[in-house]
């Protein structure tokens, strides 16, 4: 089948380049022309496992190309992806849809054959229904049908062709029957599906990601009171990890979620469902955003303690600028959050990550990066863990006694093991493993 897929960022260049695994041609359109010819060098534009072998192999076989071209993207698809962003508009809690607006007005102006449309980005419960209604209302040959992912950066290609379910959000068994054999591969592999009405396939993607940040949330309530009542929220969440009711995944402590989907996911949900007047339904989300920031503060709050009370003078290492490890997507990453705080206090910041350095330093240019673990820690009066990459947890503590000024972690990860560092003569401190000083 000859599909288009507009926007190819993270979303969207992984679908197209997979979608291709699947038997389809694809055209990949984006309005950013760099982007376009980086993917039609074979050079993927971010770090993503596996992503730069399926997107080459994918190119050689002839089935997928990219273009800055609607035109060349759109005309003669059966189906267009819709996978633009969807950020939350500046000075409010809401998703900005002037993306997904833009993007499907373009595909009703250029294609010239019969199709259907079908939204992968996340957006607000609704906007499928108003885009098919405008559709209707302007008489396009196009039908439109959501489709929500699911994809984790940093497993995306496997997420992408192995989902855990498919969600098809139709008004029409043809509309069903065309994603049916778009999937095809998928279903047959024995994934299931769900056919549902548009408004519950939008919740789906949204309601997910609401009870993840609402898991990370609640550990991270926990590690707040094990900090007071002098516990242990690491071998908390291993006991309640146990029961199968409860499940042991998204339940470890530390600095919280970050990244362009969790936080701009759950604002925009709570916003949407007071326009809907369900905002009742939905306060806990502002607390479970609460929650997570306050992790944040927590990092800088007790960076300061560990330091003395001053940053004035002070050389901090950042391990981790990444929002999560094996990525380099830097989209509120709570690990830069934290460095650019401490900086702006006064401390001299050296920040080393694995791939995200490019995107950090685009996005905070007056931190200072190295390539090196050993060359950021050299000469600190603290280190912080703030993105748990293996690289980190590897680190030999024996060793970087020598490199530092003061032989200090604060790891906000729970990512290195406490006994080992504290053993090798650091003083660590974790979060949610008791009080300060303890
Ligand atoms: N990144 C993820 O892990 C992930 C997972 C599931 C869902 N989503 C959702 O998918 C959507 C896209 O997310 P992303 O992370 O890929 O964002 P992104 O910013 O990486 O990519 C969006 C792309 O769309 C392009 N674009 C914007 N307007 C366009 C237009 N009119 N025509 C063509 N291209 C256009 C941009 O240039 C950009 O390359 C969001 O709604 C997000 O919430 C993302």
Not at 41 to 59: D, Y
Not at 180 to 192: L, N, R, S
Request: aromatic share 8%; proline share 3%; hydrophobic share 45%.
């Amino acid at each position: 089948m000859r599909i288009s897929v507009i926007g190819t960022g993270y979303l969207g260049a992984v679908h197209a380049a997979c979608m291709t695994r699947l038997g389809h041609e694809v055209v990949g359109y984006d309005t950013d022309s760099a982007k376009v010819d980086s993917l039609s060098r074979g050079v993927s534009p971010f770090f993503e496992p596996e992503f730069g072998a399926v997107l080459e192999s994918a190119l050689a076989t002839g089935r997928l190309r990219f273009t800055s071209s609607a035109e060349e993207a759109v005309r003669g698809a059966k189906v267009h992806f819709i996978c633009v962003g969807t950020p939350q508009q500046l000075g409010s809690d809401a998703a900005d849809l002037h993306f997904v607006d833009a993007a499907v007005q373009m595909v009703a102006d250029v294609a010239d054959c019969d199709g259907l449309i079908v939204g992968k980005s996340t957006v607000p419960v609704g906007t499928a229904q108003r885009l098919a209604d405008r559709l209707n209302r302007d008489g396009s040959r196009l039908e439109l049908a959501w489709n929500p992912e699911f994809l984790r950066e940093g497993l995306a290609v496997r997420d992408n062709l192995h989902p855990d379910r498919l969600v098809f959000g139709v008004t029409s068994q043809h509309a069903e029957k065309s994603l049916m054999e778009v999937y095809a591969k998928i279903i047959d592999d024995g994934t299931p599906y769900i056919t549902t009405d548009l408004a519950t396939a939008e919740l789906v993607k949204v309601a997910a990601n609401s009870f993840l940040a609402t898991k990370i949330s609640f550990i991270n309530a926990m590690a707040e009171v094990c900090e007071v009542a002098n516990a242990d929220v690491v071998t908390l969440s291993e006991a309640l990890g146990y029961d199968a009711r409860i499940g042991r995944r998204f339940l470890s402590a530390g600095l919280g979620f970050g990244g362009g989907c969790l936080p701009k996911d759950i604002r925009a949900f709570s916003a949407r469902a007071g326009e809907l007047g369900a905002s009742d339904a939905l306060t806990f989300l502002r607390e479970i955003d609460k929650i997570n920031m306050r992790r944040r503060d927590k990092v800088v709050t007790v960076a300061g303690t560990l330091l003395g009370g001053n940053f004035l003078g002070k050389n901090i290492a950042v391990l981790g600028a990444a929002f999560k490890p094996n990525s380099d997507d830097v989209r509120d990453s709570p690990a830069l959050n934290v460095a650019a705080a401490m900086h702006l206090k006064g401390a001299s910041v050296r920040v080393h990550d694995p791939k995200a350095i490019p995107n950090a330093r685009r996005q905070f240019p007056t931190l200072t990066y190295c390539s090196a673990i050993d060359d950021a820690c050299r000469n600190t009066d603290l280190i912080v863990l703030a993105t748990e990459w293996d690289e980190y947890r590897s680190i030999d503590p024996r060793l970087f006694l020598s490199l530092v000024r003061e032989p200090r972690m604060l790891d906000a990860r729970n990512a290195v093991d406490y006994d080992f560092w504290s053993e090798a003569g650091w003083q660590v401190y974790a979060l949610g493993r008791g009080a300060l000083n303890s």
